[in-house]
Every structure is written in structure tokens, then in C-alpha cells.
């Protein structure tokens, strides 16, 4: 839903191969054969940090070349339990770098990284295997591939299907974007209600889209469903459309202008929870719902 947007690539990508580079070559030069097949075409640099046009491009070259036996090798290769029980560079490390706060599949649930030595409570996102590592082994430990969530789209949802770049929306790739964005539709008896925040005067709803990855996206991880649990945030702002009028707003900018608010776009940002900009989606939870929310009830306009 969320594009993963890192401070730098390049510097990731960097740390991922100094982590993983030498080991990962050392466990393959024990499996000559295999080692001939996948880097017969593609370098091991390009699984592992390869972005994600590149790794479908990876999967279509590898698979049919591959027998069971082969695959089980490779999972020793590219052992992601392994991976995440390191004490040098781990998924802890990894995730320190991404900087992803909020779960990019659903932007709903948040997930922070807290690890600090020497203290024993720690946590981080969960990283999914875009590629599930079952069917695509060589590509576990692959930078792109490893998408930071949380665990209810990761266990409870996407689980083991088999995703594709051609099918599913990659957040390293891209996300909904205006392309889809959230929409309200009032049910029929209700109309009255709507404009008080009733929750049973309305559906949370997708807008239309022909993309079919998107689409795919919504369904596999439920997000028309779970975000009906969310109608109390949309209430809120259907309420503050009615609590807040221009002039109230207007009055507000006017009085702590250059103090609280640098501008009226801050001020109705901060006012409706509102996010100003994309860029800024990834930085709280259900901030594309309330932002398109927010503008399809008209309380962004400058």
C-alpha cells in the first residue's frame, strides 16, 4: 500500500553485501553444481541486493532448472534462520537501517525497532519473503525481497502464496498512490446519520482501479476488512468537519502563525491527523486513510 521510502539505498545495499556476501559464497562453493546453475546468468551480488524487476527477472531464468534436491541445498545457502539468529549483521540490523515505522501492506500497525545492547526487550518488524522462501529459496536473504510488516499481514494473510512482481504490488517497487485511494460510501436509510460520524452510515471502501496488482494486494491481505474496523477514525474526521468551520480554522492560522503553524496546510494537517504528503505516509499508521478521507470531505483544501 506504503512504498518503502529509505534514507539511501545505496548505503543499504552496501551494509547487505558486506553482511552477507562472504558467507553466502563460502556455504555455495560447498554445492558446485547448484552454484554453476543460478550463477550461470546472474551474479551473486544481483540476488542479493538485485531490485525487484530484477529478481522476477532472476525467478523466471531459475525456475524449471531447479529439482527438489537443488532447492534443499539452497536453503542452507541462503539460511535466513541463520540470518536472523547473527550476532554480526541480522535482521535487527537491517531493520535499524530501513527506518520503516509502519507496516507498508497495510499501514495499520506499527513497527518500530528497538534493540539496544544490553537491554533485553527488543523488537522489530516482521520481514516477509515477497518471493516465499519455500518455493524461491535462493532469494531469502535478497534485500528486496525481505519486506518489512507486520505480523498480521505476514502470518495472518499473505502466509506462503505465491506472489509475483508481475501480480503483487512490491512496497520496494511502488505503492497504491493515488492510483487507489480510500472512499466512503453511505448506506442507503443513512444519510442524515453520515453527517454526525454514525460508523453503521458508512462503508470504508477502495476507489475503482484496473490495476490488477493492486487488486490482488487488497484481497490477499484483506484490507477492505480490516479497515472496517477502522470507521471510528473516519467518524472523527467527519466530526471535526463540523466542529471546525473555515473561519474557526481560519482564526486559529491567524493567531499562531510563525508560532505553531508555519502554514494553513500545517495547521489543517494537525488538526485533522491529517498527513501534507506522500512522503509523509510512511511515518504514521493509517495515514493514507485519513488522508484520503480527509480530502474526499474536502477538509484539505488550501
Known amino acids: 500500500m506504503i512504498k518503502i521510502k529509505s534514507p539511501d539505498l545505496n548505503l543499504l545495499e552496501s551494509d547487505h553485501i558486506k553482511g552477507l556476501f562472504t558467507i553466502v559464497s563460502n556455504r555455495l562453493d560447498k554445492y558446485l553444481k547448484v552454484k554453476q546453475v543460478i550463477l550461470q546468468k546472474y551474479s551473486l551480488r544481483e540476488i542479493l541486493v538485485g531490485d525487484p524487476e530484477t529478481l522476477s527477472q532472476i525467478v523466471d531464468y ?47 500497525q506499527y513497527t518500530f525497532t528497538i534493540n539496544k545492547t544490553g537491554n533485553p526487550k ?24 525481505l ?5 498480521i499481514c ?9 506472489w509475483q512482481f508481475f501480480s503483487h504490488i512490491n512496497p520496494y517497487d511502488s505503492g497504491f498512490g493515488d492510483e487507489c485511494r480510500f472512499s466512503l460510501k453511505i448506506n442507503k436509510g443513512f444519510g442524515s446519520d453520515f453527517y454526525f460520524g454514525k460508523t453503521d452510515a458508512f462503508e470504508i471502501k477502495f476507489t475503482k482501479t484496473s490495476n490488477s496488482k493492486i ?16 470507521k471510528s477514525v473516519v467518524s472523527e474526521l467527519i466530526k471535526k468537519e463540523i466542529m471546525y468551520s473555515d473561519s474557526y480554522i481560519s482564526n486559529l492560522y491567524h493567531q499562531f502563525e510563525g508560532t505553531l503553524f508555519s502554514s494553513l496546510s ?9 498527513p501534507i504528503s506522500e512522503e509523509d505516509l510512511g511515518n504514521e499508521a493509517l495515514s493514507k486513510l485519513r488522508r484520503d478521507i480527509s480530502e474526499e470531505l474536502g477538509l484539505n483544501n488550501y
Not at 99 to 105: G, L
Not at 147 to 151: A, E, F, Q, S, T
Open 215 to 230: 487488486l490482488n494486494n487488497i484481497g490477499d491481505l484483506a484490507l477492505e476488512q480490516v479497515y472496517e474496523g477502522h
Open 62 to 108: 531459475l525456475e524449471g532448472k531447479l529439482n527438489s534436491e537443488d532447492k534443499l541445498n539452497l536453503k542452507k545457502v541462503f539460511n535466513y534462520e541463520s540470518f536472523s539468529r547473527s550476532r554480526l549483521y541480522n535482521a535487527y540490523s537491517l531493520a535499524e537501517n530501513l527506518h520503516v515505522n509502519v507496516c507498508p501492506y497495510c499501514n495499520r
Open 147 to 151: 519486506i518489512p510488516c507486520c505480523n
Open 266 to 274: 500545517e495547521l489543517k494537517s494537525i488538526v485533522y491527523n491529517s
Open 154 to 162: 505476514n502470518s495472518s494473510f499473505k502466509g506462503s502464496l505465491d
Open 122 to 145: 527488543k523488537t522489530r518488524p516482521i520481514f516477509d519473503h515477497f518471493y516465499n522462501k519455500n518455493t524461491y529459496p535462493y532469494l531469502s536473504l535478497s534485500l528486496y525481497n
